[in-house]
């Protein structure tokens, strides 16, 4: 499986790319805004973009997806549709222009199961940052959104966040995959579960 990060606007989200060679199937994780060197990166490896599959739903994570309309469905959890619904809420607020509500495809669940290629990318619910927060799995790899950053955890002091609730998800959740697992956060650098086990002072 091949893995590209992109560091994005409006927050240095990290936005990944993940390709299959077999089956030059992608799929991205989080959008937040279009950029062309993810068309370059697709086009590069032969590659056909199934799903963008999203981390959760506030909207530095979920900016892009009215330019990617059409190119792949969109997948969420469905407890952050709260977010989606009221993205033109919040966008003032940081000081972004509104935009036309995204459309999200279908809704995943826990321990479901997505496919690229014959690569398995597992849903793991973990709320707390939000309540439809999720992580992915794949290939001892994992997609972890704003549940866990390098020495850090995502905040809990916006609507759905919990932060007794976020530790739970990750000490049950995230610490219970093998030590070598390679953390992919949606801000910041990469980190592993043995070392946030050892150096994450909020846990
Ligand atoms: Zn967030």
Redesign the pocket.
């Known amino acids: 499986m091949i893995i590209r990060s992109f560091v994005e606007p409006p927050i240095d989200n990290n936005n990944y790319l993940l390709m299959d060679e077999a089956s030059k199937e992608a799929v991205l994780i989080d959008c937040s805004c279009y950029d062309e060197e993810i068309e370059v990166e697709l086009k590069k490896y032969d590659a056909q973009l199934k799903y963008i599959l999203l981390?959760?739903?506030?909207f530095?994570?979920i900016t892009g997806l009215n330019d990617f309309a059409g190119k792949a469905p969109v997948l969420m959890h469905e407890n952050d549709m709260e977010w989606i619904r009221e993205l033109n809420t919040y966008l003032p607020m940081v000081g972004m222009p509104p935009m036309e509500t995204p459309k999200i495809d279908r809704f995943i669940k826990d321990n479901e199961i997505l496919k690229l290629g014959s690569i398995e990318i597992k849903v793991i619910h973990t709320p707390g940052?939000?309540q439809g927060?999720v992580c992915f799995y794949a290939d001892g790899n994992l997609f972890s959104?704003?549940t866990i950053f390098r020495e850090a955890v995502?905040?809990c002091d916006?609507p759905g966040g919990d932060f007794n609730q976020i530790v739970e998800s990750i000490e049950q959740r995230v610490f219970t995959l093998p030590d070598n697992t390679i953390i992919y956060p949606?801000h910041g650098s990469k980190t592993t579960v043995g070392w946030e086990k050892q150096h994450n002072q909020f846990l």
């Open positions: 981390t959760h739903g506030h530095d994570h940052h939000t927060g959104g704003d995502g905040r916006l949606g």
